[in-house]
């Protein structure tokens, strides 16, 4: 706009002199018809306007780009508004995920052709977890290239224990109803870990994870609920479709449980069906799992020891009325061919990790 109002007054001051020239000097005269001659007015308006343009072109450049790094400008502030309210969002989950308990899955477990596989389903499972810490003991005299590695590379967090059963305990020759009792040193050393590395001020739910069950992600979220001792149904178990406390509708109490086998059990429940609060596992130093007792009764001995009757139980998963946890225990594996080839001295997992 300046440079346009410049040239109109270059226009005026020329158009002036051109008259005060004329009469006194003939080559002034001359020079000031070649001057205004239509054709140079129209050249010297066209240079004008091509200034004028070139000008407003540079401008309109300078303009654009301009334009351009404010949009970016603008699309980078918002991007940094996204970003904090995600962070905002993550602080809030983060809060959330501290005030919950841990929950602690003792897994005793021993070296067989299923175990891997046993493994990797409850690992996968417990990845979904974020407030959780795997103790897995083997019933080793030595930790396990397998489970050793297998823990290292699970994400997970995790305390590798291992203590094999004394050899004293695989036979029970004189009481008819004796059967090898399974993890019971494995998960009396998980408590003796627990008492000696965590104190009253951790906040924690104490759970045996035997690892032939099946266990959906929704029963670690009612487990963050338990006071004292935990209760609820387990799938396929006990010679049943379901195992279960039962549960007085208007009281919401644990009045009795469903068993049928051995159902004069103090606690007639299976081991994946209860969970205990790290609090009463510290205060209750001497409790242990033993080998005296009779098959089936481990989980009524290590409870018996902690609160006096059912009536301390507290009923999760809806009231005692869903499932969420299975007996699935993998079927043996059929291996005949394998000893033929062993004998060959040739087995088909020679070098290979099953
Ligand atoms: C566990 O295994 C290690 C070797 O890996 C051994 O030194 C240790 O004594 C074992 N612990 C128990 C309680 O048997
Ligand atoms: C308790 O509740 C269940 C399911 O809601 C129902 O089937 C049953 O009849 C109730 N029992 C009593 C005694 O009210």
């Known amino acids: 706009m300046v440079g346009t109002a410049e040239q109109c007054h270059g226009v005026t001051a020329m158009t002036e002199s051109i008259f005060f020239v ?12 070649f001057c205004c001659s239509k054709s140079n007015v129209v050249l010297f308006l066209i240079s004008v306007i091509l200034t004028q343009w070139l000008i407003f072109y540079q ?13 970016n400008y603008i699309s980078e502030l918002s991007d940094v508004q996204t970003k904090i309210s995600r962070i905002n969002e993550l602080e809030g989950k983060i809060a959330d995920i501290k005030s919950r308990p841990t929950i602690y899955a003792i897994t005793p477990t021993f070296a067989r052709p299923v175990q891997k596989a046993e493994l990797t389903r409850l690992a996968q499972t417990f990845l979904h977890i974020f407030n959780f810490h795997w103790i897995v003991v083997e019933d080793s005299v030595k930790k396990t290239d397998l489970v050793t590695n297998f823990l290292a590379q699970s994400r997970l967090a995790y305390t590798h224990l291992n203590v094999s059963t004394p050899p004293n305990y695989k036979l029970g020759k004189n009481d008819p109803n004796w059967k090898k009792p399974r993890g019971v040193e ?32 929704k029963l ?30 208007v009281t919401r109490k644990v009045v009795g449980f469903n068993s049928v086998w051995k159902p004069d059990r103090p606690f007639p429940l299976d081991m994946a069906g209860f969970a205990v609060n790290l609090r009463l596992i510290l205060e209750h130093k001497n409790a242990w799992f033993s080998f005296t007792v009779q098959s089936g009764y481990q989980e009524s001995e290590i409870l018996r020891q902690m609160i006096p009757g059912i009536e301390h139980l ?14 699935t225990r993998t079927e043996p594996p059929k ?16 070098g290979i990790e099953v």
């Open 22 to 33: 004329e009469e006194s000097n003939p080559k002034k005269k001359m020079w000031s018809r």
């Open 59 to 71: 401008e309109y450049h300078k303009w654009q780009a301009f334009q351009e790094k404010w949009n």
């Open 186 to 217: 494995q998960r009396n050393a998980a408590l003796r870990w627990i008492r000696e590395s965590l104190t009253q001020d951790d906040n924690g739910i104490v759970f045996f994870a035997d690892d032939d069950n099946t266990y959906s992600i």
């Open 220 to 249: 670690f979220r009612e487990m963050e609920k338990i006071k004292t001792v935990g209760v609820w149904p387990v799938g396929l178990v006990g010679g049943l479709m379901v195992e279960k406390p039962i549960c007085d509708n």
């Open 314 to 327: 507290e009923p999760l998963a809806d009231f005692c009325t869903k499932v969420y946890v299975w007996h």
């Open 335 to 350: 291996l005949n061919d394998e000893q033929l080839l062993i004998k060959k001295g040739k087995p088909s997992n020679a």
